[in-house]
């Protein structure tokens, strides 16, 4: 299986998604958020720079796909990709309709740092089917408890493969404040279930972008640059 046919799926089919509702907001000849608007994604666009938008997006994903979903992981991965790309515009352009903000600055309104609730229980069910499979190995599950409660958790969290194989790296788009990532530094320990299998890591620490872009593999270095922070985890298996 080839981590980066599983990864060309999941994005191929999530950049198929995106295009939908600027495509038929600008077909209606409807003004639609966009990232080119002011502020991006929450401003206004006219029709036919979502129209430019969805068949970029469509183009884009068609290419990631031509090559044809050929294995039970690809198809995973696809659905995946697509059932949260749906989730998360759900979620975003809802609430910028509603006249809020959507993504920007969300982080700012979650105590301590976090994803909003409502995106949480949208992609969750889809997460914690997939989390921790052999097939898919961009999930897993991490097991950690409450650094003042003393609760036991267990997060899906996305794995970012790296140039060190003993390393494990996880992306924190909600910033280095995410609870989860902080009761696992205080524990100084998590377990992780991963690829069918369960692990152990130790020595947690969170880093910046930089030094997280740096250990991660080329093709997701784009992805991790634009993450404020990451979690890395030293790995052994258990």
């Keep these: 299986m080839s981590v980066k046919r599983v990864v060309r799926s999941a994005f191929g089919a999530a950049l198929l998604v995106n295009a939908v509702p600027h495509g038929v907001s600008g077909v209606q000849g409807r003004p639609f958020p966009s990232p080119f608007a002011d502020p991006p994604g929450v401003g206004m666009s006219p029709p036919l720079v979502n129209v430019g938008w969805s068949a970029a997006n469509a183009i884009a994903g068609a290419l990631l796909l031509r090559r044809g979903?050929?294995?039970?992981?690809?198809?995973?991965?696809?659905?995946?990709?697509?059932?949260a790309m749906a989730a998360v515009l759900s979620y975003h352009f809802g609430d910028v309709l509603a006249g809020g903000t959507g993504l920007r600055g969300v982080s700012a309104r979650q105590p301590g740092g976090g994803p909003p609730r409502a995106l949480v229980k949208a992609t969750e069910p889809?997460?914690?089917?997939?989390?921790?499979?052999?097939?898919?190995?961009?999930?897993?599950?991490?097991?950690?408890?409450?650094?003042?409660?003393?609760?036991?958790?267990s997060t899906p969290v996305a794995i970012v493969p790296t140039v060190d194989p003993s390393l494990v790296l996880i992306g924190l788009p909600w910033g280095p404040k995410t609870n989860w990532a902080r009761n696992v530094v205080a524990a100084d320990s998590a377990d992780l279930t991963w690829k069918g299998a369960r692990h152990t890591t130790s020595a947690p620490r969170i880093v910046g972008s930089p030094e997280a872009a740096a250990l991660a593999k080329p093709l997701f270095r784009v992805i991790v640059k634009r993450m404020p922070a990451a979690i890395v985890l030293r790995l052994s298996r258990g």
């Design 69 to 83: 979903i050929r294995s039970r992981s690809e198809a995973v991965a696809a659905a995946a990709g697509a059932v």
């Design 126 to 153: 889809i997460a914690r089917a997939l989390a921790g499979r052999r097939g898919f190995p961009l999930w897993a599950v991490l097991n950690h408890r409450g650094r003042k409660s003393g609760t036991a958790y």
